[in-house]
């Protein structure tokens, strides 16, 4: 298992291929090895690196209260530790979000970004609070109880029922076994960033709709392209929420497309 010290703590990371560099972050409760597939479809033409979020999979946590800052500081600490050069943030949902701030603070880690479905409550205000009103009545009796597992079931549930759908029980445990971390993220900071802070973003960004995902998730992904000066939008037909893990080939495809060119241009 490879481990390395980032920002206080130990992360587990995976590095598979060769070539120029995406580093791929995972959502809410996920880890690493979610990347599998996109890793298998890229890999033989780019550096794949994945890794666990701190508090997630195999990596540690500390006392430190997360924040998307803070899990924003562990990618730059992970990315200066593994001594790559600058790279292609993927991310999706809290993955996606994390990398807005990523983009936004760490630029000199990046070249580009592949950001799919960030929940910015900020970005989408109004069909955010509709989107909290599905979630939190199905959730909090879960927290209530102190069943984590169940409150896991219900929020993927809600928020990515196609993902859920595909997986069995055995793929559902690695999730389930996060629950601390459903806490974790859900009783953090807000992240509150505005269009007019992503309009200062000088960076190539690709963000991803599904089609099939609550309002709320597809509209961030527009106002993300519609306010970054390079930003480009793809959404996919008959895909929710989890866009690499429901539409797996057609999220290769534009990602490849994507660093194909930001790589080409990083040469000119």
Not at 85 to 101: H, L
Request: with cysteine.
């Amino acid at each position: 298992m490879n481990e390395i010290e980032a920002n206080g703590v130990r992360f587990h990371y995976e590095v598979s291929g060769a070539g120029p560099p995406l580093v791929f972050v995972h959502g809410m409760c996920g880890r690493g090895a979610v990347w599998a597939g996109q890793v298998e479809r890229l890999s033989d033409e780019f550096t794949c690196v994945t890794y666990d979020r701190r508090g997630h999979g195999s990596s540690a946590d500390s006392d430190q209260p997360h924040s998307v800052q803070l899990h924003g500081d562990d990618f730059a600490a992970l990315v200066s530790a593994l001594g790559l050069p600058p790279a292609i943030y993927e991310g999706s949902s809290g993955g996606a979000r994390i990398g807005v701030d990523v983009v936004l603070r760490h630029s000199e880690t990046l070249v580009g970004a592949v950001l799919s479905e960030p929940p910015i409550f900020s970005l989408n205000p109004e069909p955010a609070k509709e989107f909290m009103g599905k979630v939190v009545p199905t959730v909090q009796p879960h927290l209530d109880e102190g069943d984590l597992p169940g409150a896991v079931d219900a929020f993927f549930g809600v928020v990515c029922p196609g993902l859920w759908r595909q997986l069995d029980e055995a793929g559902k445990a690695p999730y389930r076994q996060s629950g601390p971390m459903l806490v974790a993220d859900l009783g953090q900071p807000p992240f509150v960033v505005s269009p007019d802070d992503l309009t200062a973003i000088r960076l190539p960004v690709l963000a991803i709709a599904g089609l099939e995902s609550d309002p709320f998730l597809q509209g961030t992904a527009r106002a993300i392209a519609a306010s970054v000066p390079s930003g480009k939008l793809v959404e996919f037909a008959d895909c929710g929420h989890v866009t690499y893990a429901e539409q797996p080939d057609a999220f290769a495809e534009a990602v490849r497309g994507f660093a194909n060119d930001v790589f080409s241009g990083q040469k000119e």
